[in-house]
């Protein structure tokens, strides 16, 4: 039974991080772009519709090329992954779907993965983005 509420407690504390998270990520996404790429760890990948981008630098010029953005999130889910899975790295899966509306384009449904890493230093933890999986979600018209 202990190992049960051990196990909630660290739930709870990986959900309430990732909620913080998202609120900054879409924030900074639509109105403060520039300053996007602090939230990734220097190695981080993103995977933006099957395309790959690595690196601090490439991401700073994907996000560089998007139009200006209206992200609205619905849906945020998140579980913590397994230390055996992490190298004893504390780490948390976090799921998001909602719309959004690039600049001169229609509104899109979409989905986002995140794969928050803990660094912690002596005054505080900051999550940084290591993986971060962007997809569109639209039914194609038939």
């Not at 953005?69 to 619905?74: A, D």
């Not at 986002?112 to 997809?135: E, G, M, P």
Request: net charge negative; charged share 20%; aromatic share 12%.
């Amino acid at each position: 039974m202990a190992m049960a509420v051990e196990f909630k407690t660290y739930v709870d504390q990986a959900c309430r991080a990732a909620e913080e998270f998202v609120n900054i990520y879409y924030e900074t996404m639509d109105k403060r772009r520039r300053a996007l790429t602090r939230l990734y760890l220097d190695k981080a990948t993103l995977i933006w519709n099957g395309n790959v981008v690595t690196g601090l630098e490439a991401l700073a010029n994907f996000f560089d090329m998007l139009p200006s953005s209206e992200f609205q999130v619905n849906m945020l889910d998140c579980q913590p992954v397994h230390e055996q899975a992490t190298q004893a790295q504390t780490t948390v899966l976090v799921v998001t779907s909602g719309t959004v509306k690039f600049d001169g384009n229609k509104q899109h449904y979409f989905n986002q993965n995140f794969l928050l890493t803990a660094q912690t230093t002596a005054n505080n933890t900051v999550w940084k983005i290591a993986s971060d999986c962007f997809r569109f979600q639209d039914w194609a018209a038939i």
